[in-house]
């Protein structure tokens, strides 16, 4: 069974730095594509970041220079480096697992979610 | 950036009613790369429809989805009361991978 377990979030001051754990069971995190996702507090889904199977690294425009995605393959495990942090950086963060189907996996849709961590950034 | 919009921002049916909702693209969706998620309170989303029209894996077929290019729709076709929640589209063709802002469907 597929499972992802996020940690380390909490409270930051603005212009500090937080890293994020995604803990993955029941599949290899680096043979699949991994996403970060958040959602401010009562608003919308937005997609932050993409690490292909292959280590290519995608971000939004709003996080871009600030934020760095990585992988752990010993712990299996998904990372998310987070400085300079603002108060709009404010959100629940999902990690997400990309789509696989016959043996061939995707980026996306997201087809698994973990629970999410909760970062609060202010002062 | 492709900005999706989602129509009707709430919806307010009873159970058993059809529930459909809408998601525009601001530019063509090619290959047909939108999906759509559902999120209950204190829940992380939920897939429910990949390549505008298939149902992932253990989704009731009450729900189907169906559209092309920039208009594409999320029908249920009888609600039950586990379907009252907010439901989010998705493209996927082109970073950003943009979401779009959500329908919440309430019960009447």
């Known amino acids: 069974e597929v499972q992802l377990v996020e940690s380390g979030g909490g409270l930051i001051q603005p212009g500090g730095s937080l890293r994020l754990s995604c803990a993955a069971s029941g599949f290899t995190v680096s043979s699949n594509y991994m996403s970060w996702v958040r959602q401010a507090p009562g608003k919308g889904l937005e997609w932050v970041s993409l690490i292909h199977s292959g280590g290519s690294t995608y971000y939004a425009d709003s996080v871009k220079g600030r934020f760095t995605i990585s992988r752990d393959n010993s712990k299996n495990s998904l990372h998310l480096q987070m400085n300079s942090l603002r108060a709009e950086d404010t959100a629940v963060y999902y990690c997400a697992r990309g789509f696989c189907s016959s043996g061939s996996c995707y980026p996306h849709p997201l087809n698994h979610w973990g629970q999410g961590t909760l970062v609060t950034v202010s002062s | ?108």
């Open chain 2, 1 to 108: 950036e492709i900005v999706l919009t989602q129509s009707p921002g709430t919806l307010s049916l009873s159970p058993g009613e059809r529930a459909t909702l809408s998601c525009r693209a601001s530019q063509s969706v090619t290959s047909s790369y939108l999906a759509w998620y559902q999120q209950k309170p204190g829940q992380a989303p939920r897939l429910l429809i990949y390549a505008a029209s298939s149902r992932a894996t253990g989704i009731p077929d009450r729900f189907s989805g169906s559209g092309s290019g920039t208009d594409f729709t999320l029908t249920i076709s009888r609600l039950e009361p586990e379907d009252f929640a907010v439901y989010f589209c998705q493209q996927y063709v082109s970073s950003p991978f943009t979401f779009g802002p959500g329908t919440e469907v309430h019960i009447k």
